[in-house]
Every structure is written in C-alpha cells, then in structure tokens.
Antibody, heavy 115, light 107 residues
Framework: EVQLQESGPGLVKPSQSLSLTCSVTGYSITSNYWGWIRKFPGNKMEWMGYISYSGSTSYNPSLKSRISITRDTSKNQFFLQLNSVTTEDTATYYC?????????WGQGVMVTVSS | DIQMTQSPASLSASLGETISIECRASEDIYSNLAWYQQKSGKSPQLLIYAANRLQDGVPSRFSGSGSGTQYSLKISGMQPEDEGDYFCLQGSKFPYTFGAGTKLELK
C-alpha cells in the first residue's frame, strides 16, 4: 500500500526557511508526480507544486520565487523548502501522489511561523 | 487561476437523507474534478475522480456528476461515518485549485 509521511519542524521563525520531508513507502517516486499542498487556518487549501518522475518541477506562480521541491530517489523521499516565511505561511502541509488526481496523501504536518 | 466556488459551506443531514454538494468552476475544467472527504486530524480521502469515477473502496452511495463548469457530489443515504469535511479539486489547469470546503454533520 502506498503511504506518505511528512516530517519537519513544527515551528519556524519569520524570515527563515521552512523545510519538510515526505517519506514514501509502497511506491517509487521515480513514477508519476508528487506534490505539496497546504491547508491554512480557516481551511483554504493551496496547491504548492510538484516534482515529477524525472525530477522536473512545477510551482504555483504565487510561490515561485520562494519554493523549491527536490528529491532523493535512493531514500524514496522528496522535500519542500519555502524561503522567507511569514506568519501567512502558517498552515498544515501535506504531501501527496498525483496520478490523474491526488490519490494518496500524507497525514499532514502543522507548521507555525512565529517568533 | 481557476476559481472553484463550493456550496454549501455547511450542511446538516439526517440519517438516510440524500445530500448534494456543488462546485462551480470559473471556466471549463473538462471533467478534471475530484472530490475528497477529510475527517478531523486525518488525511484527505479520494472519493471521486474525473468528475464521476468512484475511487476503489469508496461506498457506492457516493456519486459524482457534472461537466463544463458545474459539478456535484451526491451522498445517497447519509451514514454516521459520512460526517466530515468535503472539498473539490480541479486538475485541468495549473495551478490546480480547491473548493473552500463543505462541513457535513449528522443531524
């Protein structure tokens, strides 16, 4: 069974970088697409970007200058880095697999941006 | 970006009642629409993809319909385990965008 698990710090200071890891089991990240999504307080959701089976990436233009998604195929993990965070980046962050749509999601990790 | 307008924001249904949730897109999304259920503290679960295709393992009381800019999710016979948040996702044009969500409660 495909399983995804996010990990990373739950608290980040403003202006610093947010770094999260998505560990995938049961399926290779060298197939299909792998995305990051976040859910803000108040429940609005935002698609952040994805990394493909080949390692190519696509980002939401609203984040384009601050976001980077990379991967380590030897560990079957992919990563999110979001730079210059503000309190508006406080959200629950999810990783998910995309085949036609987002079919498997991680449990999510809550990240608070606060000094 | 394509705007997804989801309604209603909240809904209370009796056991066995049939309910519908709507998502309207700001432009044609060519049936590239999925529906999800999310329970508190859990990951979203895919219910419907490609507007009307039932995901494996999802009870048949869930169904999706629609085309163009108008889509709906129907639950035929509300069950206690159907309580939760529901949202739609358009996968037609990047950046993919979500509906604002519907909170479904058992009356």
């Amino acid at each position: 069974e495909v399983q995804l698990q996010e990990s990373g710090p739950g608290l980040v200071k403003p202006s610093q970088s947010l770094s999260l890891t998505c560990s995938v089991t049961g399926y290779s990240i060298t197939s299909n697409y792998w995305g990051w999504i976040r859910k803000f307080p108040g429940n609005k959701m935002e698609w952040m970007g994805y990394i493909s089976y080949s390692g190519s990436t696509s980002y939401n233009p609203s984040l384009k200058s601050r976001i980077s998604i990379t991967r380590d195929t030897s560990k079957n993990q992919f990563f999110l880095q979001l730079n210059s965070v503000t309190t508006e980046d406080t959200a629950t962050y999810y990783c998910a697999r995309w085949i036609t749509t987002l079919d498997y999601w991680g449990q999510g990790v809550m990240v608070t941006v606060s000094s | 970006d394509i705007q997804m307008t989801q309604s209603p924001a909240s809904l209370s249904a009796s056991l066995g009642e049939t309910i519908s949730i709507e998502c309207r897109a700001s432009e044609d999304i060519y049936s590239n629409l999925a529906w999800y259920q999310q329970k508190s503290g859990k990951s979203p679960q895919l219910l419907i993809y490609a507007a009307n295709r039932l995901q494996d393992g999802v009870p048949s009381r869930f169904s999706g319909s629609g085309s163009g800019t108008q889509y709906s999710l129907k639950i035929s016979g509300m069950q206690p385990e159907d309580e939760g948040d529901y949202f739609c996702l358009q996968g037609s044009k990047f950046p993919y965008t979500f509906g604002a969500g519907t909170k479904l409660e058992l009356k």
